[in-house]
Every structure is written in C-alpha cells, then in structure tokens.
C-alpha cells in the first residue's frame, strides 16, 4: 500500500479552474483533510539554521517594556540560507535609567576569548573608552556593566554591527540596572589593598575617585554607591586610618548618605570632604554627616546645587549641617556670623553653686536650710511667714525625654497633671488664671495639699543669679522622695524651682515663685540620697538672724486673708471663720480639719454658715 502522506500522494488545497465555456466559468474550492500532517513533515532545517544566525531574544526588561521574542525568519534564495539586516525600525531603543549603571549581555559571548571581544568593542568605541566592570560568565552568556549613558547606548546601537570569525554577528543586550553585591571577607581584603594604595599618609588623605573603575576591582562590582561597599570603606578605616583628615569620593554615582550612621564618631578628624561630581539630589542627603569638622566640602557637579537660586541660601544650608565649613566648592568663604567657640577654648568646669555675689552665700543658705526643713514635715503652715502677702506660685511638671508615662516602671505624675500650668499646654486665659496661686494663704494651702517629701539636700544646684539690697533671684534643683503616695516603693523625683525674694521687715521673704516636677533619670536616681557631706565646724558660716523666716505669728493682713479662705473653703461666714481660727492659734490646716471633724459630727451650729 503507498503512502497517502508522501509528496506524490499529499492531498493539496487546489484551485480548480472547469471551463465550461468562454463566457462561463466556474470554480470550486476543495476541502482536504490531514493539514497538519502535511506541515509536521516539512523540512525544518533551513528554518532553524536562520533561527540560529539571527535569534533576538530580550533576556530582562528595559525601561517598563514586557519580555519579547523576536525571531527573524531568513529568506531562502537558491536552496541556501541568507541573513536579513535588521531593520533600523526594529532597533531596541535605550532609555536613561535611573542609576546611570547598564548591564551590557552578550549571548553566546562564551565561545570567544575575553580580549578578542574586548578589542572588537574597543576598536568600534573609539575615540570613546570605557571600563567593562564585574565580567563574568553565566553559562553561554557574558555579562558587564557600565557606568554612563552614553557609552550604554553606543553599545546597545553596535547590535548585530560586529561580524564574528564563524560569519554570525554579535549579539549585545544593554540594560537599566546593577547587580547584587555580596561583601566577603576575600572582597573585603582587597578592597583594603586597593585604599592602601590610595592613602597619602603624609597629608592622611585618601583618593576614592571613580572607584569602582580601579583596574584591580573591575573583576568585582565594587561601586561606593552601594550601601554594603559604603559601609565596608568606613569600617576599614575606622578600624586603619581613624586619624583620616582628608577623603576625595568624586565621581561615585552616589545618591544618597541617609544610611551612614555615626560617621562624626568613625571620622571624627574628617576635615576635607569632596563629593563632586555624584548624584546627590538633596541636601537633606548631608544630615548623616553632621557632626564632622568639616572645613572644605565641594559638591559641585550634584544636581543639589542646581536647587538654589543664590549662593547665600547655598552657603546657609550648607553651614546649618558644617558651622566651620570655610571653603565651598573650591571658594573660599566669609567667617561665619555667630558664636562659634574657638576649638582651643574649654567651657569653665562645672560647679555645684554659682554666686553672683558671695555676700548672699550665707543668707541664701539659712533661708533654704530653713524653709526644706519645714516643707518636709506633716505641717506647713509656718511656711506662710516665708511668702510675701502678695505672693505668686505656679506648677508645672513633665516625663523626662525618654521616659514617658506609657513604659512600664515609670512613676506617673497624676497629682501635678492636674495643676500643670505650661503655657505651652495652657491656653485658655481664664484656666491660666485659675490655676495661678495668688496670696501667701493660697500658696501655702496649695503646698499643704502637696505630697509629703523627704529632699535630699547634698543633692541641690544652686544658682544666685540676682543679688541686690532689693531683691535676690535664685534657681535650686534637686532630688525629693515623694512620701505616702500609694506606690509600693516611693517614686524618686526632681524639681527645679525659681524664687524671687525681696526683705521683708528683719527677714526674707518669697514674692513669686515657679516649680517643676519631673521623674528622675535612671543617673540621678544612681546618685539621690548617697552623698554624705561633713562640714567641719570651722568651715560653718555664722547665722544671720535677717535669713530667719519664722515669727510669732501672721500680720494682720495675713490673718484677714486667711479668714477669707477659711469662709471660702468651710462655707462658713466670716464672724466664724475668724472664731475657728484664732482656737487653733491661727494654723490654717489644724482649722480645717477640726472643722470638717465637728461639721462630720453635726455640731456646728446652722448660724455659722448665714452670710
């Protein structure tokens, strides 16, 4: 039996043509089976040959464009194959990536040598170099990278251009994109040859320019650009050359510092600094830098500069980051306008207390040992004799930086939240007023409803900024622990307190006082209540009676107003507010209480509350 699908035998799709007559013709169109058949036993040869020669195929994606294979079927021509030039409306078009890096592929790139290719793409560059960086091979495929546009795209447009020994054209793929850099110990070590080499220890500056392109790094891809490399150069020489003053990083394609942590703490004698020529867009790049002793920095040649419109502007931000920056960008520039230190210079050592004037030593100290003693006990009534008849008392508080209410362990402030007066917080007038104690009466009663203390005195700053016949201005701070306040262990504060005192008959008094309370460090908490000082007798200032704050009793002023808040506080009339008192000797506290004890029992008489 032949076979039906040979040549001869084939079922053909035909034209027929019947002439029937001159004027009539008919034609038919004939239906055959088997049309696959027929193609599976074409002769494929050719066909693939031509794929071989002229296969295009896009291995990654270029600038948002989707995977394409391109196949470019050849003509035959005499039974012979024949590549077809491709068409110039084919050619792939290379946009400008983002990095400025490129890879550059090359399929089949393995069947020849390295410097046979390199001469091939060099000769057809000129007058044009560049520096293949990172060759390597992948199977059949060679891959490298550049690091400019231009030459990128000359290389993208040498597709197909360059006719190889075995009469195929070299494929050349180019696009957007770097690779993933793996930092080990071996790569480690050799780029510390390469930054030796480059180090200058006569004036301690290292030359980093372009170096990704230093001849004995092209086998890697060691661009400054990449965190991972950036960060591996600071470390070698923080760890070799801490004493660096000078470092050049032109022309590394860099675009951002963000990433750079405690560079004034690696570098701290880094006094030249040259960025030119990079991609840093912003200035905000810079604040990762701050810190260092910058006194040259060139930036020309990032697209920052191109942001300011003046060059004061300029200069300005860039001093916000360096404040000793003296040269800019090549040019020298004025002396800055503040107050900087002179770097020779120290800042005077610290003291515990600072007087304006030694007289008021003495006094100072009677009149703080004084008041602290009475504000630590249960009663603090005596203190009215410490407060101006007029005098002004505000409260404010707050968390430490750091220690904020909301971790766990730290002792809330709820008591002085209630009467915090920061003007900051506050802003309604009429609250502002309310919660201003006005009077020696309300002040005192306000201290008497504050938690019980216990201060520690060796642990007080005292500032005597003011000295004056008429009035004194002095600031204490210190450490207090804060008594019967329901915590299991008695919370550790701190208190910072401003008194203005002004005489007052044979002593002193307290016309306007502002008090802060905060929690304690973790450091102040260290040191609270472990100093123990001995103060030879000898070294013990005489007592001054005019520091005393204590007296038979209040004025008459003080009594009226006394009388007034007892009326207000007991809803009592003032007739017997007057009687409440004088039983109980005039102790504010003493008198409310023991009438909160009869009014409880019912024994007030109803006409004590008639107005």
């Not at 002004?392 to 750091?402: A, D, I, K, N, Q």
Request: net charge positive; proline share 6%; with cysteine.
């Amino acid at each position: 039996m032949s076979n039906i699908f040979s040549r001869n035998n084939r079922p053909q799709q035909t034209w027929s043509h019947d002439r029937v007559s001159d004027r009539d013709r008919k034609v038919t169109f004939k239906n055959h089976k088997n049309k696959s058949n027929r193609r599976d036993n074409r002769d494929w040869t050719n066909a693939i040959r031509s794929h071989l020669e002229d296969e295009d195929v896009d291995m990654g994606i270029n600038a948002g464009s989707s995977r394409n294979i391109k196949l470019n079927k050849s003509k035959k021509s005499g039974g012979r194959s024949r590549q077809s030039s491709p068409s110039p409306h084919n050619k792939r078009k290379l946009l400008e990536g983002p990095s400025n890096w490129y890879k550059v592929t090359l399929p089949h790139g393995d069947k020849y040598d390295k410097s046979y290719i390199l001469k091939m793409l060099v000769d057809k560059m000129a007058p044009t170099q560049f520096w293949p960086i990172a060759w390597q091979v992948f199977g059949t495929t060679v891959n490298f990278y550049v690091d400019d546009y231009k030459i990128a795209q000359k290389l993208n447009n040498l597709d197909r251009q360059i006719q190889l020994p075995n009469g195929f054209k070299l494929l050349i793929r180019v696009y957007a994109g770097t690779p993933n850099v793996d930092m080990t110990v071996a790569l480690k070590e050799k780029i510390k040859l390469v930054m030796a080499r480059r180090y200058n220890p006569a004036t301690k500056a290292l030359d980093l320019t372009k170096f990704h392109a230093d001849p004995e790094l092209q086998e890697h891809f060691c661009a400054l650009f990449k965190p991972i490399v950036f960060l591996a150069v600071i470390d070698i020489i923080a760890e070799n050359i801490p004493d660096l003053e000078a470092l050049n990083l032109f022309d590394n394609k860099m675009q951002m510092l963000s990433f750079v942590k405690k560079m004034n703490q690696k570098l701290p004698n880094l006094k030249i600094l040259h960025l030119g020529n990079n991609k840093i867009k912003d200035i905000s790049q810079l604040d990762a830098l701050q810190g260092l002793p910058i006194v040259d920095l060139m930036l020309d040649g990032n697209p920052l500069c191109d942001k300011f419109k003046d060059k004061p502007s300029y200069v300005s931000e860039v001093r916000k980051r360096f404040p000793k920056c003296m040269k800019l960008d090549g040019v020298d520039l004025p002396p800055p306008i503040g107050f900087d230190i002179v770097e020779e210079q120290h800042l005077p050592n610290y003291q515990q207390t600072f007087l304006c004037n030694s007289d008021g030593g003495s006094i100072v100290r009677q009149f703080l040992e004084q008041y602290f003693s009475i504000y630590d006990t249960d009663n603090r009534q005596p203190l009215l004799q410490a407060y101006h008849e007029r005098a002004t008392f505000s409260l404010t508080m707050g968390y430490p930086s750091g220690y904020s209410k909301d971790i766990k362990g730290v002792p809330w402030l709820n008591w002085y939240a209630t009467d915090n007066r920061n003007l900051l917080r506050v802003n309604d007038p009429d609250r502002r007023f309310k919660l201003l104690k006005q009077g020696q009466v309300s002040v005192v009663s306000f201290l008497q409803e504050m938690p019980q203390t216990k201060h520690d005195m060796h642990s007080f700053s005292v500032d005597l900024t003011i000295f004056t016949p008429q009035m004194l201005c002095l600031t204490v701070t210190g450490m207090f622990k804060e008594l019967k306040s329901g915590h299991k262990v008695p919370p550790l504060r701190y208190f910072y307190r401003t008194l203005v005192i002004v005489p007052a008959g044979a002593g002193f008094c307290i016309a306007n006082e502002m008090m802060h309370v905060s929690n304690a460090t973790p450091k102040q908490a260290k040191e609270a209540f472990k100093t123990t000082v001995n103060v030879a007798p000898a070294t013990t200032p005489p007592r001054v009676p005019v520091a005393t704050i204590t007296s038979p009793g209040p004025d008459a002023a003080a009594k009226e107003e006394m009388v007034k808040q007892m009326a207000a506080q007991s809803g009592m009339n003032l007739a017997w507010s007057l009687k409440c008192l004088e039983e109980t000797q005039w102790d504010f506290q003493t008198a409310m209480i023991t009438f909160q004890n009869l009014n409880a029992q019912g024994v007030v008489p109803q006409e004590a509350f008639i107005k």
